[in-house]
C-alpha cells in the first residue's frame, strides 16, 4: 500500500470511528481528558498495525484496542490510589520511611512500566485488582494459559528488573 493511500485510508477510518470512540471512552472512563487521549492513544496503536489489519476486523480491532486502554488506565489508577491509601495511613511515620516509600514506589513503576503491555495488563488485574486467572481470560478474550503464561513472563521479568535497580 503507498503512503498515500495509508493516509487516505486512515483519514476514513479515523473520521468514521473518533466520534464513536471517544463517546465509547468518555462513557468508560467519564473522564474527557482521559477520553481524549485513549482515543488518540489507540489510534497511533492502529496506524503502527494498520497494514496487518484487515478492512472488515477494523472495528473490532479499535473497540477491542480501547476497552483495553481503558483497563490499563484503571488499573493504573488503581495501584496510584491503593498506594496513596496507604501513604495516608503511614503520614506519622518518619521521614526516613517516607522517602524509603517513595523510592520504593518510583522502582516498582519503573518495573512494571517495562513489562509489556499483555503482562502488565495481567499482571495489574491479577495482583492489585484481584482478577482470578479465569476471570482475566475472560475479560480480556484469551485462554487461561496464555494468561498464566503472561504471568510467569512479567514475574521473571520483575525479578530480574528489581534485582537490578
Known sequence: MKDREK???????????????????????????????????????????????????????????????????????????????QLEHKKSESPQYILEVKEFKNRLELAISQLTEAEREV??????????????AEIIGVSQKAIEKRMHNALVKLRKICNKI
Open 7 to 85: 493516509d487516505q485510508l486512515f483519514k476514513e477510518i479515523y473520521e468514521t470511528w473518533v466520534t464513536p470512540l471517544f463517546n465509547f471512552l468518555f462513557y468508560k472512563t467519564g473522564d474527557q481528558t482521559i477520553a481524549e487521549d485513549l482515543v488518540h492513544d489507540v489510534f497511533a496503536n492502529f496506524w503502527k498495525k494498520m497494514h496487518t489489519i484487515e478492512k472488515s476486523k477494523v472495528k473490532s480491532y479499535l473497540y477491542t484496542s480501547a476497552k483495553n486502554m481503558v483497563i490499563n488506565n484503571m488499573t493504573k489508577q488503581n495501584v496510584v490510589l491503593k498506594f496513596e491509601q
Open 123 to 136: 499482571f495489574l488485574m491479577h495482583r492489585i485488582d484481584g482478577f482470578k486467572y479465569r476471570e482475566i
